[in-house]
């Protein structure tokens, strides 16, 4: 990169960070949703709220279905 791409490029630099992270936090994301061992702490979490009465039956299956989903779109 020449001076002159250095001083123009240098104001979008800021950009260019914000951008770095967002990606980074998206591949972090997909790797989440994508692991197994996470997608199966999710769902003993929410069995565990289930059994301790802290959410009804619906509320479980719809967290359940909510995981799932995640975990399906994550592999596409």
């Not at 972090?28 to 959410?55: D, F, W, Y």
Request: negative net charge; proline residues 4%; without cysteine.
């Amino acid at each position: 990169m020449g001076l002159l791409g250095l001083v123009f490029g240098w104001p979008l630099a800021p950009f260019r960070g914000l951008l770095w992270l967002a990606e980074l936090f998206q591949e972090q994301i997909e790797m989440e949703t994508r692991n197994p061992a996470s997608v199966r702490r999710h769902l003993e979490e929410i069995e565990a709220a289930r059994a301790a009465g802290e959410i009804t039956e619906e509320e479980e299956s719809q967290a359940v279905e909510r995981v799932l989903q995640l975990m399906a779109a994550g592999r596409r």
